[in-house]
T-cell receptor, first 112, second 114 residues
């Protein structure tokens, strides 16, 4: 029972264009959503997060959108750069449970 | 700034052997956790701790033991390794758990069980 799903295993985008990574979830009680980036042979690093009381959060080139009615969030990267090539994981958390549920990841390749 | 340090980086074990994966953080974080990453499965939570002396199970705890005697260290023990435990293991920490705080991850331990 995958509570957090990333249905696109991979995505290729031209440098300078927008990258859109998607994530769907099933538990409407999740309070927080986070995105992590992972390079090979390294641990995931935190990118951006959003609380369920918001529908958008922006940090530089990265914006996360949350659609609670659709149980869907997306990460937009504008403009995409070759250094953004990595695996991106979305994660969801429920206050008080101390557990984070991760999606399966999307491998982004930004083509120069 | 060491952050979260995991040792060893690589290990090969034979079925039935025991091993301890080490994890240490120098950020005085209360919350620490262990994940395993398998192809097509993402990161799955094995065990977590909300402070010294307090541990609890995650999604996939079977075959693993943990303890938290200090704030800094959170070792993961495999008592009798099985091929199904071949995976990459990540340790993570955050100031607190349960409030959506971002976690800091170590660089992982790649474990192969023959």
């Amino acid at each position: 029972d995958q509570q957090v799903k990333q249905n696109s295993p991979s995505l290729s985008v031209q440098e300078g264009r927008i990258s859109i990574l998607n994530c769907d979830y099933t538990n409407s009680m999740f309070d927080y959503f986070l995105w992590y980036k992972k390079y090979p042979a390294e641990g995931p690093t935190f990118l951006i997060s959003i609380s369920s009381i918001k529908d958008k959060n922006e940090d530089g080139r990265f914006t996360v959108f949350l659609n609670k009615s659709a149980k869907h969030l997306s990460l937009h990267i504008v403009p995409s750069q070759p250094g953004d090539s990595a695996v991106y994981f979305c994660a969801a958390a429920l206050s008080g449970t101390y557990k984070y549920i991760f999606g399966t990841g999307t491998r982004l390749k930004v083509l120069a | 700034n060491a952050g979260v340090t995991q040792t060893p980086k690589f290990q090969v074990l034979k079925t039935g052997q025991s091993m301890t994966l080490q994890c240490a953080q120098d950020m005085n974080h209360e919350y620490m956790s262990w994940y395993r990453q398998d192809p097509g499965m993402g990161l799955r939570l094995i065990h977590y701790s909300v402070g010294a002396g307090i541990t609890d199970q995650g999604e996939v705890p079977n075959g693993y033991n943990v303890s938290r005697s200090t704030t800094e260290d959170f070792p993961l023990r495999l008592l009798s390794a099985a091929p199904s435990q071949t995976s990459v293991y990540f340790c993570a920490s955050s100031q607190q758990g349960g409030s959506g705080q971002p976690q800091h991850f170590g660089d992982g331990t790649r474990l192969s069980i023959l």
